[in-house]
C-alpha cells in the first residue's frame, strides 16, 4: 500500500475515483472511511489538481458542488500543510485567517447560546435571547466581504494560472453560504412567541447548516485554498491583491499592520493620493482632502446608495467607535436589531425624497451627543447616499455672552 500512498498520481486516481464513487450514489460514511485508511496524507495542492481534472473530464460543477462538502470533511485533518509558506502580519492571507480566527469567536458564542436555549426561555428572556442570536448571526453575514474579496481579487489570478475549476465550485459554496445566512436571520424574525422546542427547531433547521457552511468553509481555505494560492500567485500579485483590499473591506477584523512585499522598493504606489481633486469652488489634494474631514469637528459616516458603509472620518477622539471591518457592510447590520427599523425608515425616507434629514440628540454619561442624518443627492435630485454626522455639543451648550479676544485653549 505505502506505493500508492507516496505515488502522486496513484494518490490523486485514488481521490478521484472516490469522489466518482460518491457521484454514483455510493455511501458517504462508506467512502469516508477508505479516504482516511488509504489516504493518511495528502499534498493540498493535489485536492485542487483532483477538482480541476474532474471538471475537464465532464463531470458537471454542480455535481462538484454538491460532493464538495463530502470529500472535504473526509479529508479534514489528513490534509498535508508541511509545506505552506509563512506569511507576515498584514499579507493578504495573514488578514483572511485572522478573519477566520474572528468569525470562529462568533460561532462559539452562537454555539454557547444555543446550549442555554432552553434555560434562557423558560425564564421568559424571549426577546432579549432572540435579538443577541439575531445580533451574532448579523456579524457572521459580514462574512459576505471576506467571499468576495476572494470572488473578485483571488480568484481572478487563479484563473490567470489556468486553475479555473475550483474557484467556480468555491463561489458556488459562498452562495450557499449567503442563503442560509439570510434564511436564519429571516427565522430569527419569525413572529410569535418562541418556546424552547421551536427554538431547538430553528437551530436544527436554519441556523446551524448556516454556521456548518461557515466553519466548513474556514478548512476548505486554510487547508487547500491559501496553502495553494501562496505556491501559485507572485508578490506582484499579492500586492495588487493588497492594494485593493481597502475598497471592499474586512471581515470581523481591521489590520492594524501595514503589509509590504519582499523587494517593495521596487513597486511603485500610483493611487489617487498624489493627484489633485477638483471641485466647482476650487481643488485640493488628496492629503489636503483627508486633513479637513478629519479635523472637523465632527464625525462622518457615509452609506452610499446601494447602503453600503463607504467610507467615515477618522478624527483624534470619535464619539463612536468605527474600524475598517464595517466597510462595504450593509449599514443595517452595523445597528442592534432592536434599532434596525429606525435606519430602514430614514434610508426608504431618503429615497423616496420623502425625507431631507433626521435629527436625533441623546445624553451620553455627562456628554450631549447631537446626531443627524442627511440625505445625499446630486444637482438632478438623485440619491446618493446618506451621511451620518454626530457630534458632541457638551460643551457648546455652556456658552453664552460673546468672545471677541482671541484666545487659545491647549
Known amino acids: 500500500m505505502s506505493e500508492l500512498i507516496n505515488n502522486s498520481q496513484n494518490r490523486k486516481d485514488l481521490l478521484k475515483h472516490?469522489?466518482?464513487?460518491?457521484?454514483?450514489?455510493?455511501?458517504?460514511?462508506a467512502v469516508r472511511?477508505?479516504?482516511?485508511?488509504?489516504?493518511?496524507?495528502?499534498?493540498?495542492?493535489?485536492?485542487?489538481e483532483v477538482e480541476q481534472e474532474l471538471i475537464s473530464e465532464g463531470l458537471p460543477e454542480s455535481e462538484v458542488l454538491r460532493l464538495c462538502d463530502i470529500h472535504s470533511q473526509a479529508l479534514e485533518g489528513h490534509i498535508d500543510l508541511s509545506g505552506m509558506r509563512i506569511v507576515a502580519p498584514g499579507h493578504p492571507v495573514d488578514t483572511f485567517k485572522r478573519e477566520n480566527r474572528e468569525l470562529e469567536k462568533v460561532v462559539k458564542q452562537l454555539h454557547e447560546l444555543f446550549a442555554d436555549a432552553g434555560t434562557v426561555l423558560s425564564g421568559a428572556g424571549e426577546e432579549g435571547?432572540?435579538?443577541?442570536?439575531?445580533?451574532?448571526f448579523n456579524k457572521l453575514?459580514?462574512?459576505?466581504?471576506?467571499?468576495r474579496r476572494k470572488e473578485n481579487l483571488l480568484f481572478p489570478f487563479l484563473e490567470k494560472y489556468g486553475i479555473t475549476g475550483p474557484p467556480k465550485v468555491m463561489w458556488g459554496k459562498h452562495d450557499e453560504t449567503r442563503d442560509l445566512l439570510k434564511n436564519a436571520i429571516n427565522a430569527l424574525g419569525m413572529p410569535g412567541e418562541v418556546t424552547p422546542a421551536m427554538?431547538?427547531?430553528?437551530?436544527?433547521?436554519?441556523?446551524?447548516?448556516?454556521?456548518?457552511a461557515i466553519t466548513g468553509m474556514i478548512m476548505k481555505e486554510e487547508e487547500i485554498l491559501f496553502p495553494m494560492t501562496l505556491d501559485k500567485l507572485t508578490e506582484t500579485d499579492w500586492y495588487e491583491i493588497y492594494r485593493q483590499t481597502n475598497e471592499i473591506g474586512y471581515c470581523l477584523y481591521d489590520p492594524d499592520v501595514t503589509w509590504k512585499p519582499h523587494g517593495s522598493e521596487t513597486f511603485v504606489e500610483t493611487s489617487a493620493e498624489e493627484g489633485t481633486i477638483s471641485l466647482p469652488s476650487g481643488k485640493f489634494t488628496s492629503e489636503e482632502l483627508l486633513a479637513i474631514l478629519n479635523t472637523l469637528p465632527v464625525d462622518i459616516t457615509f452609506v452610499d446608495r446601494n447602503d453600503k458603509v463607504s467610507y467615515f472620518s477618522q478624527g483624534k477622539e470619535r464619539i463612536f467607535d468605527r474600524n475598517r471591518?464595517?466597510?462595504?457592510?450593509?449599514?443595517r447590520m452595523c445597528h442592534p436589531p432592536s434599532s434596525v427599523h429606525i435606519v430602514d425608515r430614514i434610508v426608504s425616507d431618503f429615497k423616496s425624497g420623502k425625507a431631507d434629514s433626521a435629527p436625533f440628540w441623546i445624553q451620553k454619561g455627562d456628554r450631549f451627543i447631537h446626531i443627524e442624518y442627511f440625505a445625499l443627492r446630486n444637482e438632478k435630485g438623485d440619491y446618493l447616499g446618506t451621511m451620518e454626522m454626530t457630534q458632541d455639543l457638551t460643551e457648546k451648550r455652556k456658552l453664552s455672552g460673546d468672545q471677541r479676544l482671541l484666545t487659545y485653549n491647549k
Open 18 to 29: 472516490m469522489i466518482l464513487q460518491l457521484h454514483e450514489g455510493v455511501a458517504p460514511e
Open 325 to 331: 471591518a464595517i466597510l462595504g457592510r450593509d449599514v
Open 199 to 212: 427554538m431547538k427547531t430553528r437551530v436544527e433547521l436554519h441556523l446551524e447548516p448556516a454556521i456548518k
Open 129 to 136: 435571547y432572540i435579538n443577541t442570536v439575531k445580533d451574532l
Open 141 to 147: 453575514m459580514d462574512v459576505d466581504k471576506h467571499y
Open 33 to 48: 472511511s477508505r479516504m482516511i485508511d488509504l489516504l493518511t496524507k495528502i499534498p493540498y495542492g493535489e485536492v485542487v
